[in-house]
């Protein structure tokens, strides 16, 4: 059975910084490349990131330089690091599968003073 | 980064049909097709198509998607009140390279 988990969101000060897990199980999961996706409060998806099964990244402008997307093929595990935290990046993040077949349930980011 | 064009909204009536559109241009829809997904809040995003018009298992053969040059369509069919929900396209831009997600279409079903 194929389950999505992210974890590892909260609220935290702009300028912090705060790391996003997402376990995968019942996949291969070293053939898949892995997305983070976010919705803001009111807005549409916006896609964030992207690691390959070969271990190559891409960012959106949005985080370029801020935010770091990593993978443990060992562990069935993403991460995204992200640093520098503003409000704007306020959102549910979500994790998903490759071709965007499998989601998690998402977990709540929050940047506020 | 440019994203891909939806309408913002549409509202169709019960058992009616919804044609919903999303344009691009020849790095992502034209290239590599678009896939859609639906979103009910407070859910995750569901896969409806995948990039190549094929749909997942599971789901209802009253979706179905297609793509011309660089809009892609996805058409509802007999619609029922569990199809209203938010409605995404997303592409891979080989220009940008980087995955691209329209603005989604809000679809009413009255």
């Known amino acids: 059975q194929v389950q999505v988990v992210e974890s590892g969101g909260g609220v935290v000060q702009p300028g912090r910084s705060l790391r996003l897990s997402c376990a995968a199980s019942g996949f291969t999961f070293s053939v898949y490349a892995w997305h983070w996706v976010r919705q803001a409060p009111g807005k549409g998806l916006e896609w964030v990131a992207i690691i390959f099964n070969d271990g190559s990244k891409k960012y959106a402008d949005s985080v370029k330089g801020r935010f770091s997307i990593s993978r443990d093929n060992s562990e069935n595990t993403v991460y995204l690091q992200m640093n520098s935290l503003r409000s704007e990046d306020t959102a549910v993040y979500y994790c998903a599968s490759g071709e965007l077949a499998d989601w998690g349930q998402g977990t709540l980011v929050t940047v506020s003073s | 980064q440019a994203g891909l064009t939806q309408p913002p909204s549409m509202s169709k009536g019960l058992r009616q049909t919804a044609s919903l559109t999303c344009t691009g241009n020849n790095n992502n829809v034209g290239n590599e097709g678009a896939a859609w997904l639906q979103h009910h809040q407070g859910h995750p995003p569901k896969l409806l198509s995948y990039r190549n018009n094929n749909r997942p298992s599971g789901i209802s053969e009253r979706l179905s998607a297609s793509r011309s040059g660089n809009t892609a369509s996805l058409t509802i069919t007999g619609l029922q009140p569990e199809d209203e929900a938010d409605y995404y396209c997303?592409?891979?831009?080989?220009?940008?390279?980087?995955?691209?997600f329209g603005g989604g279409t809000k679809l009413t079903v009255l």
């Open positions: 997303s592409a891979w831009d080989s220009s940008l390279s980087a995955w691209v």
